[in-house]
């Protein structure tokens, strides 16, 4: 299986400032069509995944410009210029890969 | 409008069988990849399985921890999927949510049905 690494777990963040998640696998996702197989997902509080990211580095139809995926083969970071409140919650990255598809441990984005 | 319902979460004894339902409307179901996923209590996602379109052959995969418990599967015509859960264990507790995809691109989730697996 296909080992998801995310750092950090926890990310207090101040509104209004940038933020970082690293995503690392254990297995190159670059298919032989060049695409990068990682999505980033946002789980909000009581609220179910939403897909912010897909082949590593596409938005989402609907999700803000500020939010960007970039990386390739096995590191991958997920970047926020300037959080807004609506923007705490859990990130996850994805590898779609091969099966199992598996998830990184969850990153936690609170207020500082 | 684009729906995504999952239903048929319950509380079950160990050993006993359970059939979820996700209900879809809003967009090309036949289109679409199906996607379970489930989230323990507290817990991070996990996979559980799929089962791509039939234009992409309708093959199922599934998770190793439910892999010969559980089955997938569609009805188009319907724009309905199912996840059939036998011999449910307690570490099968979970959230249980439903996903379309569409080539990756597109991935509508649902709310979540809850599965409790309990003496």
């Known amino acids: 299986d296909i080992v998801m690494t995310q750092s950090p777990l926890s990310l207090p963040v101040t509104p209004g400032e940038p933020a970082s998640i690293s995503c690392t696998s254990n297995q190159s996702l670059l298919h032989t069509n060049g695409f990068n197989y990682l999505d980033w997902y946002l789980q909000r509080p009581g609220q179910s995944p939403q897909l912010l990211i897909y082949?590593?580095?596409n938005r989402a139809s609907g999700v803000p410009e500020r939010f960007s995926g970039s990386g390739s083969g096995t590191d991958f970071t997920l970047k926020i210029s300037r959080v807004e409140a609506e923007d705490f919650g859990v990130y996850y990255c994805m590898q779609p890969l091969q099966t199992p598809w598996t998830f990184g441990q969850g990153t936690k984005v609170g207020l500082k | 409008e684009v729906k995504v319902v999952e239903s048929g979460g319950d509380l079950v004894k160990p050993g006993r069988s359970l059939r979820l339902s996700c209900r879809t409307s809003g967009f090309m179901f036949g289109d679409f990849t199906m996607i379970w996923f489930r989230q323990a209590p507290g817990k991070g996602l996990e996979w559980v399985g799929f089962i791509r379109s039939n234009a992409n052959g309708g093959s199922v995969e599934y998770a190793a921890s439910v892999e010969g418990r559980f089955t997938i599967s569609r009805e188009d015509s319907k724009s309905l999927a199912y996840l059939q859960m036998n011999n449910l264990k307690i570490e099968d507790t979970a959230l249980y949510y439903c996903s379309a995809s569409f080539a990756s691109i597109l991935s509508l989730w649902g709310q979540g049905t809850p599965v409790i697996v309990s003496s």
């Open positions: 082949l590593g580095s």
